[in-house]
């Protein structure tokens, strides 16, 4: 029942981490490589471009993240590949062996890779885990949700794949 109560929220950035607020609305996404969980290399944000993107930064110890990670992969398989990329970034929750056992035991297969420092600052303020980005084909971050979002994320990525852009910029509850 808990794990119910928070899925609207999401779980707050530990001690020292950033805080605040503001519009990722058309800021260019950072141009991350990072190192794949299953140790295969390491994939590039930039190289994503010509693809809708969607990030979610998330850690192994939230619970709101993990309520969340079944749509994500729901997600992640109802896009094509050629217009869509679902990528876990996946924050403070241990050694890669660690994590790829656990997003194994959660039926995960959408592209995760390791966060380090300074990862979740580069897409600006951090208010907590989840944070989700949603990225245009030209790189651009085009609207930033905190704490589970549900149908909405699915509306988005498609109007977003389908016209290139969103048409509702206004702030809603838990989303910029």
Same mark, same amino acid.
């Given at each position: 029942m808990l794990a119910t109560a928070l899925a609207g929220f999401g779980c707050n950035a530990p001690k020292g981490a950033g805080t605040g607020s503001g519009s990722s609305d058309d800021k260019a996404a950072p141009e991350l490589v990072l190192?794949?969980?299953? %140790?295969? %290399?390491?994939?590039?944000?930039?190289?994503?471009?010509? $693809?809708?993107?969607?990030?979610?930064?998330?850690?192994?110890?939230?619970?709101?993240c993990i309520s969340e990670l079944p749509h994500l992969q729901e997600m992640a398989e109802g896009f094509s590949p050629d217009d869509f990329l679902m990528l876990g970034i996946v924050l403070e929750s241990g050694d890669r062996e660690d994590v790829q056992e656990f997003i194994g035991?959660?039926?995960?297969?959408?592209?995760?890779?390791?966060?380090?420092? @300074?990862? $979740?600052?580069?897409?600006?303020?951090?208010?907590?885990?989840?944070? $989700?980005?949603?990225?245009?084909?030209?790189?651009?971050?085009? $609207?930033?949700?905190?704490?589970?979002? @549900?149908?909405?994320?699915k509306a988005d990525i498609q109007t977003l794949i389908e016209t290139g852009a969103l048409p509702d910029k206004a702030e809603k509850s838990g989303v910029s």
């Open positions: 190192s794949k969980v299953d %140790g295969s %290399g390491t994939l590039s944000l930039a190289e994503q471009r010509g $693809k809708v993107v969607l990030v979610d930064l998330w850690a192994t110890w939230c619970a709101p035991e959660k039926g995960i297969h959408y592209a995760q890779v390791m966060g380090e420092d @300074g990862t $979740k600052e580069s897409f600006g303020p951090f208010l907590g885990y989840p944070t $989700k980005y949603l990225i245009d084909r030209e790189g651009r971050v085009v $609207k930033r949700y905190f704490g589970v979002i @549900g149908d909405q994320l």
